[in-house]
């Protein structure tokens, strides 16, 4: 099973990007998917996750109030909608998928089993 992240490019500072991520076949079952990202010469960071059971929704307080992550369940697909973009916001943004139900590593890297190739989002000032 593969994930594929799409939707990157190079943006103005104020723009409005939508990222969107799905897996290979839709009988990949997961509890929840996540997005994270990496900026150059920096850790990848948590960005933001959905679990499935009950919709809850988790952002980093970096994107709070500007990100909002949106899938279907049924279709292994996951979306990040991103608004008001800064230059701190230019990174590679990978998605991934939770298969074992760590709910409680959402915000971790280890709370993942699968990871997208990542997708380039790059912010001019």
């Known amino acids: 099973v593969q994930l594929q992240a799409s939707g990157g490019g190079l943006v103005q500072a104020g723009s409005s990007l939508r990222l969107s991520c799905a897996a290979s076949t839709r009988t990949f079952s997961t509890y929840g998917m996540g997005w994270f990202r990496q900026a150059p010469g920096k850790e990848r960071e948590f960005v933001a996750a959905?679990?499935?059971?009950?919709?809850?929704?988790y952002y980093a307080d970096s994107v709070k109030g500007r990100f909002t992550i949106s899938g279907d369940n049924a279709k292994n697909t996951v979306y990040l909608e991103m608004k008001s973009l800064t230059p701190e916001d230019t990174a590679v943004y990978y998605c991934?998928?939770?298969?074992?139900?760590?709910?409680?590593?959402?915000?971790?890297?280890?709370?993942?089993?699968?990871w997208g190739q990542g997708t380039q989002v790059t912010v001019s000032s």
């Open positions: 959905v679990r499935w059971n009950g919709g809850n929704t």
């Open positions: 991934a998928a939770d298969r074992a139900g760590r709910s409680w590593k959402l915000e971790t890297i280890s709370g993942y089993d699968y």
